[in-house]
C-alpha cells in the first residue's frame, strides 16, 4: 500500500477503527503500541538484569556467609547458600547482556525511537508498519531465548557479556560455554535481526516522512539522536553478525576461525589450527564500541529535550549538539582498539587508536558544557524527567571523565579489566543511559498512557537511586586504581583485595538500595497505567508536535490533517509571547519580513537579548554564576 | 520435568484468574489488563521452552528451611516503601482538597541538590582520605611504573577539577534557577565565543594528555633492553607457571603439541616428546578396542536399560536411569561412535603434527633440556626482563599491579612484556609496613571458575648471588648430562635470534 | 505560502525501496566485516604464503558469466516493464529466475570442486583455514542471491499475472535493484578472492 494510500485511509477511518485483540495489542503494527511493547519488555528485562547485580554483589560483600534462600531460589546453583563460581560467571554474562542489548538498546531506543520518530516528525506511522512488529516480535524471541538460557542444566553461558573465544567455544573450558552459550549466540543472532529491522525503519522514516515544514534543522534534538544511532546500529550491528556466525562455526562444526593451538585438559591438543582469537575482539569490539553510543545518544537527545522543555529555555548550542552527536558518531567507528591496549597489538596501532579516542572527548564535554549552559539563568521545573536528566549530566561528567584515563593506552595497562573501568562504563554508559531511560518514561508517559505519572514517587525514586548509583559505582574508582581486577568471584583469597571489603559491603548495601527504590518506580508506573490521573493535553508544555496529538492516541496520531511546522523546537520564553512556550505548529502572529531560510538558526535576530552579543560574555557569565553582577 | 512446566502453566493460570478478580470492577483498566495478558502470555512460552532435559530440577519443596526470616526482611522493606509511597499518595489528595500546597517539590528539590553537592564532595575528599591509602598510585616497583604514575596524577588534577567545578555549576545552576512565576528564562540559543573557548581549552588539555600518553606508551612497548632476560610465563586454567633458561641462556621452543602430564608448558625435548607419542598411540589403541566393541556393549546396556525398566527400578533409582538413558541413547544413535572416531582422529592428527616437527632440527635444538619450570617467579632488582607469555588453553591476562604491567596471553599468539622491577620484596613490605606483603601476578581475564585465584608470586630480591642461589635449588627439565652440552651449529645460532618464540607448523 | 517552507522531502521515496537500500548498507558491512576477517586472518606473520594456497574453482568464474547475463536480462526486463511490454517482461523475468538458479548450481559446483581438492570447511593444516573463509563468504553471497531468487519468483508470478506494469513498477524496481546488488557484490568478492593469492 503506498503511503498516500495509507494517509487517505486513516484520515477516513480513523474514529470507527475497530480492531481485534490481537491485531491491537499482540501484533499491533502501530508504533505507539510497538514502543509500549518495548518499553515493558525491557522493564522486565531490566528486573531481571538488576536482580543478578543484586545477587552477584551479595556474594562479593559476604562470600563467606551462607543464604539459605539462595539454595531454595537457585538450586544446584546455590548449594549450601553460596553461589557457584560457574554460576556468578553466568550471572557476570547475562546481567551485561541483558542491560547492555535488551534494556539500553533496545528498552531505551526502541521505545523512544518507537514513540517519538513519527510523532514529533508528524508521520502517521513508521515507513515500515510491518517491518517495526516484526521488529518487536524478533526482540520478544530473542529476550526468551536469552531468560530460557539460564534455566540450561549447564548453566547460562559465562564467557563475560563479550563471550571471547577461546572460552566460549570450548564447552569443556567453562560449563556455561555448552548449551546456554550456543542459545545466547541464537539470542543474539535474533537480536541483530531485530535492531536491523528497526534500525532500517527509523533511518528510513526520519528521512521520509517529516511533515511541512520540518526540515532537518528544525527536527528536535532526540530525533536527531535517535537518527544517529539508528545509523550506527545499521553499521555495526552486521558486524558482530559476522563475528557471531564465525563464532557459531567453530562452535558447532569445528572450523578454527579463532581457534589456534589450544590444549585442554582431560582432552589433550585440539586439532583446531590457523585461528586468532584477538580476530573476534576486533570484530567484537567494532561492533562493540559503536555499540556504546547506540545506548548513550538516545538518553543525551532526550535529555537536551527535556531539559530545554523544563528549562523553559531553548537548548544551548543546538548546531554544536548536533554536530558533535555526529562527531561522536563517526569517531565510534574508529576507536573499537582502545577495547584491546594489552592484548599484544602492534604498538604504533595503540596510538592511534589512543588519539583518537581522546578526541571523542572534545564533542562530549561541549555536549556537557551545552547542557549547563542551558540550565543557566533558566526557569527550571523539577518534574521527576527533569531530575533524572540532570542526573544524566552529573553521571555523564563524572563517568565520561575517567574515559580519559582509560583511552590513555599507558594508563589503561594499569586500569585495564580492572574496577576502574566498571565504574567507568557504568556511570557514563550505565547509569546515564538508564537515566534517559527514566527522564523518557517520565516525560512521556502521558503520551504514552494517556495518564499522568505520581510526581512525588518520582521524587523519592529519583533521589535514592542517584545517591545509590553514587554509592556503588564512585567507591569502584578506588578499588580500580588500587589494582583490583574486575569479575572476580571472591576477593577473600588475595590478601591485597580483602582489604577492600568494608567497601565492597558499602557498595552491595547501597546496591540494595538503589533496587529498592525502584519499586517506588514499578509502582507508580504500573498503578499509573490503569488508575492515574488522566493526562491534560499538553502537560509539560512542551513546544515539540506529539504533544499536539489526541490524549488516548489513536491509530494515525492525527484525527484530521498532519500540523504544519513553523520553526524550530526550543522556542521557550521568547520575549515577544506571553507564554513561555511556542509551539512547532503555530504560526507566527507577526510574520517575520524574511522567512527563515534552510540551515540558518530559526531564532529571529531581534529578539536575541542583550547579553547574548556582548563581548565579554564569558566574564559576564562567570560574574553572574558568582553573583557579582 | 514435566511437572515443572506444568507447575508454571497452572501458576500462569492461577494469575489469570487472580488477575480477573482483583481488576473487577474498574473501569479504566481495559488497557493494564490486556498488557498484563500479552505478558502473561510472553511468559508462558519461556517456560514451555524451559523442555525436559534442560532444566535442573527444583530441590525438594521444603518451605522449613527456607530463609524466612531474609523473606520477611524483604517483604516487610517493600511493606514500608509502599506505605510511604502511599501516604505520599495520601498527602497529594489533600493537597488537591484543600487548595494549599503543603510542600513545594520544586524548592525541596532544588535544596535537595544543594545536600547532595555538599555531602556528596565531603563524600569524595572522605573517600580519598580512608581508601587513599590502599591505591598503588606513586608507589610503583617498576621503573616504567613511575612515569605512568606522574601521568597518573596530571590527569587526575585536570579532571578532578573540571569534576568539582561543573558538578558544582550543576547544582548551583539547580538551586538558582528553579522555578519562579514571575521570572522568564534567558532567550539565547548560543554563543560562538562560548562554545570556541569550551572546545579549544578541552582540545589542548588533552593535546598535552594524548601527547604524554603517546611517548610513555611509545617507550613501555617498544624502547626494550636488548640485555633483558627472557623468562617464559606460561597461564593455564587455573594457574601460571614460569621457565628459566637454564646454563644456556636460552629458551627451548615449544608447542602445544608436545603438552603432556610431564612435560606442562610443552617444551621440545625429544624424550618427553616420544614418550608423549606412545602414550597417544597406546590412547588410539584402547579407543579402537572400545569402539570394535561397541556392539557388544550397546547390547549390555540395553540387558541394563530393559532390566531397569522392567523391574521398575527406573522409578525407584532416576539418577542412574537418566545416566543410563542418555549412555544407552548415545550407543543406540551412534553419537558414542563418532565421539570415539573423533578423538582417534585428533590424537592421530597430534602425532602426525608431531612427526613433522620431530623432523624438524630447529624445533628439537636442545636449548630446551636445561630449562627450569617453576611455579613462583624470582626477579632480581633493577635488572631488565621480559615476560614471554603463552596460554595454554583460553584468553588469560597477567597482571601485576605493583609493577603496573599487564599484557593478554592469548593461545595461538605469543605476547610480551619487558619491565624494570626496582624494588626488593623487603623493601615493599617495609614502605608498605605489612611483613607479609608479596608480589603477585593475577589473571585478569575472565577465563573460567577458579579465575579469582589464578595467581603466581613473585618475590623479587636485591642481588645476583640471591637469585642464582634460588635458581639452583630448581630442577632442569632434563637432570644435567655428565658432558657439557654439543657446540651448536651455525643453523642452531640464527634460530636462537627466535629464541623462546613458540613454533608453528 | 510555498516558499515560506523549506522543499517537503517527504514520501520522496518509496519506504520499501528505501529501506531495501538500507538493507543493501547493512549487508555490505556484513560482507566487509568477513572479508576484512579474511584480510587480516593470516595466523602466523612470518608465514605470508599462509593466505589462500590453492586456485579457485573455474565454476566461481562461470558463475560471475552468469550473473553478467542475468544483470542484463534484469535490466532489460524492468526496461521492458517500464514500457509496458507485458510479454517481454515476463520471457524476461523467467529467464533471470533461471539464471539465478544456474547460478547457485555453478556455485555448488565450485564447492563441490573445493572438496575434491581435499579443501573442506573444517580443515587441520593453518594454511587451509583459507577455504573455510571462501566458504563462509560464498555461503553468505549465496544465502543473499537465495533472498533474491525468492523475489524474483514473485515477481516472475506476478508478470505472469500481468500486475507488473508501467503503474506498478515497485516490486519489480525493488527486484531489479536488489538483483543488481547481489550481482555486484558477486564480481567484488570474486575479484577480490581471486587477487587475494
Known amino acids: 500500500m503506498s503511503t498516500a494510500a495509507l494517509h487517505a485511509e486513516h484520515d477516513s477511518h480513523h474514529h470507527d477503527h475497530k480492531e481485534s485483540f490481537i491485531s491491537k495489542y499482540v501484533f499491533s503494527m502501530d508504533h505507539k503500541m510497538i514502543s509500549r511493547q518495548f518499553l515493558i519488555t525491557g522493564i522486565i528485562m531490566g528486573l531481571v538484569g538488576m536482580g543478578m547485580s543484586l545477587l552477584f554483589r551479595l556474594q562479593l560483600a559476604w562470600p563467606d556467609e551462607q543464604f539459605g534462600i539462595l539454595e531454595t531460589l537457585l538450586g544446584k546453583w546455590g548449594k549450601d547458600g553460596k553461589i557457584d563460581p560457574n554460576f556468578y560467571m553466568g550471572l557476570v554474562t547475562i546481567h551485561g547482556t541483558i542491560m547492555v542489548f535488551y534494556v539500553l538498546t533496545a528498552g531505551l531506543s526502541g521505545t523512544f525511537s518507537n514513540l517519538l520518530i513519527p510523532l514529533q516528525l508528524g508521520a502517521r506511522d513508521m515507513a515500515s508498519p510491518f517491518m517495526n512488529m516484526l521488529s518487536y516480535w524478533f526482540f520478544f524471541l530473542s529476550s526468551a531465548v536469552l531468560l530460557t538460557s539460564i534455566f540450561v542444566e549447564t548453566g547460562p553461558a559465562s564467557a563475560g557479556w563479550t563471550v571471547y573465544p577461546p572460552l566460549s567455544a570450548l564447552e569443556k573450558a567453562v560449563p556455561g560455554s555448552g548449551l546456554g552459550m550456543t542459545l545466547w549466540l541464537v539470542a543474539i543472532a535474533l537480536f541483530i535481526v531485530s535492531s536491523l529491522l528497526g534500525g532500517i525503519n527509523y533511518i528510513s522514516t526520519v528521512l521520509n516522512m517529516r511533515t511541512k515544514g520540518m526540515s532537518m534543522n528544525r527536527m528536535p534534538l532526540t530525533i536527531w539522536a535517535f537518527f544517529f544511532t539508528a545509523i550506527l546500529g545499521v553499521l555495526s550491528f552486521p558486524v558482530l553478525l559476522g563475528a557471531a556466525l564465525f563464532l557459531i562455526f567453530d562452535r558447532s562444526f569445528g572450523t578454527s576461525f579463532y581457534l589456534s593451538d589450544i590444549y585442554l585438559e582431560g582432552v589433550g591438543a585440539l586439532e583446531n589450527i590457523g585461528g586468532s582469537p584477538v580476530l573476534y575482539q576486533h570484530l567484537f569490539w567494532f561492533l562493540g564500541h559503536p555499540e556504546v553510543y547506540i545506548i548513550l545518544m538516545p538518553a543525551l537527545g532526550i535529555t537536551s529535550e527535556v531539559i530545554s522543555t523544563n528549562a523553559r529555555k531553548p537548548i544551548f548550542g543546538y548546531t554544536a549538539m548536533i554536530i558533535s552527536l555526529m562527531g561522536i558518531s563517526i569517531l565510534s567507528f574508529i576507536v573499537w582498539g582502545h577495547h584491546m591496549f594489552i592484548t599484544g597489538m602492534n604498538p604504533f596501532l595503540g596510538s592511534v587508536f589512543m588519539i583518537l579516542t581522546l578526541i571523542i572527548a572534545v564533542p562530549s564535554a561541549v555536549k556537557a558544557f551545552n547542557y549547563l549552559a542551558t540550565l543557566w539563568r533558566g526557569n527550571l521545573r523539577f518534574t521527576p524527567a527533569m531530575l533524572f536528566s540532570i542526573g544524566l549530566v552529573s553521571f555523564f561528567i563524572s563517568g565520561g571523565l575517567t574515559g580519559i584515563y582509560l583511552g590513555n593506552a599507558a594508563m589503561d595497562i594499569q586500569l585495564h579489566d580492572s574496577y576502574f573501568v566498571v565504574a567507568h562504563f557504568h556511570l557514563v554508559m550505565g547509569s546515564a543511559a538508564i537515566f534517559g531511560m527514566f527522564a523518557g518514561i517520565y516525560h512521556w508517559f502521558p503520551k504514552m498512557f494517556g495518564k499522568m505519572m505520581n510526581n512525588t514517587l518520582g521524587y523519592f525514586h529519583f533521589w535514592f537511586t542517584f545517591i545509590s548509583a553514587y554509592l556503588v559505582f564512585f567507591p569502584m574508582h578506588f578499588m580500580g586504581l588500587a589494582g583490583v581486577p574486575r569479575r572476580y568471584y571472591q576477593f577473600t583469597l588475595v590478601k591485597e583485595f580483602d582489604v577492600w571489603m568494608d567497601v565492597n559491603k558499602l557498595i552491595t548495601i547501597a546496591a540494595i538500595m538503589g533496587g529498592m527504590a525502584q519499586v517506588f518506580f514499578l509502582w507508580n508506573f504500573f498503578y499509573s497505567i490503569f488508575k492515574g490521573k488522566k493526562a491534560t493535553q499538553n502537560p509539560w508544555e512542551s513546544n515539540t508536535l506529539e504533544w499536539t496529538t489526541p490524549v488516548e492516541g489513536i491509530h494515525g496520531n492525527w484525527p484530521g490533517e498532519i500540523p504544519t511546522v513553523y520553526r524550530g523546537p526550543h522556542e521557550y520564553s521568547r520575549p515577544d509571547r506571553e507564554s513561555d512556550f511556542f509551539p512547532q505548529h503555530l504560526p507566527d502572529e507577526t510574520a517575520p519580513v524574511t522567512a527563515p531560510q534552510e540551515g540558518e538558526q530559526t531564532a529571529p535576530t531581534e529578539v536575541v537579548p542583550q547579553e547574548t552579543v556582548e563581548s565579554s560574555v564569558f566574564f559576564a557569565a562567570i560574574k553572574r554564576v558568582l553573583g557579582l553582577s | 520435568m514435566a511437572d515443572i512446566s506444568k507447575f508454571a502453566l497452572l501458576k500462569t493460570l492461577f494469575w489469570f484468574r487472580k488477575m480477573k478478580l482483583n481488576l473487577f470492577g474498574v473501569k479504566s483498566n481495559s488497557l493494564f489488563k490486556k498488557t498484563l495478558a500479552i505478558f502473561g502470555l510472553m511468559l508462558t512460552p519461556i517456560f514451555l521452552l524451559a523442555a525436559d532435559d534442560v532444566v535442573a530440577p527444583p530441590t525438594e519443596f521444603n518451605p522449613m528451611a527456607w530463609d524466612w526470616s531474609s523473606i520477611l526482611i524483604l517483604v516487610l522493606a517493600i511493606l514500608i516503601i509502599l506505605v510511604i509511597a502511599r501516604s505520599f499518595d495520601i498527602g497529594s489528595l489533600t493537597e488537591k482538597i484543600t487548595g494549599k500546597t503543603i510542600v513545594s517539590w520544586n524548592n525541596v528539590n532544588a535544596w535537595a541538590g544543594i545536600i547532595f553537592l555538599v555531602v556528596g564532595l565531603i563524600g569524595v575528599w572522605y573517600e580519598m582520605k580512608i581508601h587513599g591509602k590502599y591505591l598503588k598510585l606513586g608507589d610503583s616497583a617498576s621503573a616504567h611504573g613511575e612515569t605512568l604514575d606522574s601521568m597518573f596524577y596530571w590527569t587526575f588534577g585536570f579532571t578532578f577539577f573540571v569534576f568539582v567545578v561543573t558538578e558544582i555549576l550543576l547544582f548551583y545552576f539547580m538551586f538558582k534557577y528553579k522555578y519562579d512565576k514571575n521570572r522568564k528564562a534567558a532567550y539565547f540559543f548560543h554563543n560562538n565565543k562560548l562554545e570556541i573557548i569550551w572546545t579549544i581549552v578541552p582540545a589542548i588539555v588533552l593535546t598535552f594528555l594524548v601527547l604524554r600518553g603517546f611517548s610513555t606508551w611509545t617507550k613501555i612497548t617498544t624502547d626494550i633492553d636488548k640485555n633483558s632476560e627472557e623468562i617464559e610465563v606460561f597461564a593455564y586454567q587455573f594457574g601460571w607457571k614460569a621457565r628459566y633458561s637454564g646454563d644456556d641462556k636460552q629458551l627451548g621452543t615449544a608447542n602445544f603439541n608436545f603438552i603432556s602430564g610431564t612435560n606442562p608448558l610443552g617444551v621440545a625435548e625429544d624424550s618427553a616428546v616420544s614418550s608423549l607419542v606412545n602414550e597417544l598411540n597406546g590412547e588410539i589403541k584402547k579407543l579402537e578396542i572400545i569402539k570394535a566393541s561397541i556392539e557388544d556393549s550397546s547390547k549390555l546396556w540395553k540387558a541394563q536399560y530393559d532390566r531397569y525398566v522392567s523391574t521398575g527400578m527406573s522409578n525407584s533409582y532416576p539418577e542412574e536411569f537418566k545416566q543410563m538413558k542418555s549412555k544407552y541413547n548415545d550407543l543406540i544413535s551412534g553419537a558414542y561412535e563418532r565421539q570415539l572416531e573423533k578423538d582417534i582422529k585428533r590424537k592421530n592428527t597430534a602425532i602426525k603434527r608431531i612427526a613433522a616437527y620431530q623432523k624438524d632440527h630447529e624445533t628439537f635444538n636442545g636449548t630446551a633440556k636445561d630449562d627450569k619450570i617453576t611455579t613462583e617467579i624470582v626477579l632480581v632488582k633493577n635488572k631488565p626482563y621480559i615476560f614471554k607469555y603463552r596460554a595454554r588453553d583460553v584468553i588469560h591476562s597477567a597482571y601485576m599491579p605493583e609493577f603496573r604491567a599487564q599484557m593478554n596471553c592469548v593461545p595461538g599468539m605469543p605476547t610480551s612484556f619487558a619491565f624494570t622491577p626496582i624494588k626488593t620484596t623487603e623493601e615493599a613490605r617495609a614502605s608498605k609496613n605489612d611483613p607479609e606483603f608479596d608480589f603477585y601476578l593475577y589473571c585478569n581475564k575472565i577465563c573460567g571458575a577458579a579465575h579469582y585465584n589464578m595467581k603466581i608470586k613473585i618475590t623479587v630480591v636485591g642481588s645476583e648471588a640471591e637469585y642464582k642461589t634460588w635458581l639452583a635449588t630448581q630442577t632442569p627439565f632434563v637432570a644435567p648430562p655428565a658432558a657439557p652440552a654439543a657446540p651448536t651449529s651455525p643453523k642452531a645460532d640464527s634460530t636462537a635470534v627466535k629464541q623462546g618464540t613458540v613454533v608453528k607448523n | ?197
Not at chain 3, 544483470?71 to 511490454?85: L, P, Q, R, W
Open chain 3, 1 to 197: 505560502m510555498n516558499k515560506k517552507f523549506p522543499k517537503d522531502p517527504a514520501f520522496a521515496v518509496a519506504p520499501s525501496k528505501f529501506n531495501l537500500w538500507l538493507f543493501m548498507l547493512a549487508s555490505s558491512m556484513l560482507f566487509a566485516a568477513v572479508v576484512s576477517a579474511f584480510i587480516v586472518h593470516h595466523p602466523d606473520a612470518e608465514k605470508k604464503d599462509a593466505w589462500t594456497a590453492f586456485d579457485l574453482p573455474i565454476y566461481f568464474l562461470y558463475s560471475m558469466f552468469v550473473v553478467v547475463a542475468s544483470s542484463v536480462t534484469i535490466y532489460y526486463a524492468f526496461k521492458m516493464a517500464k514500457k509496458d511490454e507485458i510479454s517481454a517482461n515476463k520471457w524476461l523475468n523467467g529467464i533471470t529466475l533461471l539464471l539465478g538458479i544456474v547460478f547457485c548450481y555453478s556455485q555448488y559446483m565450485g564447492w563441490n570442486q573445493l572438496v575434491s581438492l581435499g579443501l573442506t570447511f573444517v580443515n587441520s593444516r593453518p594454511e587451509d583455514i583459507s577455504a573455510s573463509y571462501v566458504y563462509v563468504i560464498t555461503a553468505l553471497h549465496v544465502a543473499h542471491v537465495l533472498g533474491g531468487i525468492v523475489l524474483l519468483t514473485i515477481c516472475w508470478i506476478q508478470s505472469l499475472r500481468l500486475n507488473v506494469h508501467k503503474k506498478n513498477l515497485t516490486l519489480m524496481s525493488i527486484t531489479h535493484t536488489y538483483w543488481h546488488f547481489v550481482g555486484l557484490l558477486w564480481i567484488l568478492l570474486y575479484l577480490f578472492l581471486y587477487f587475494a593469492k
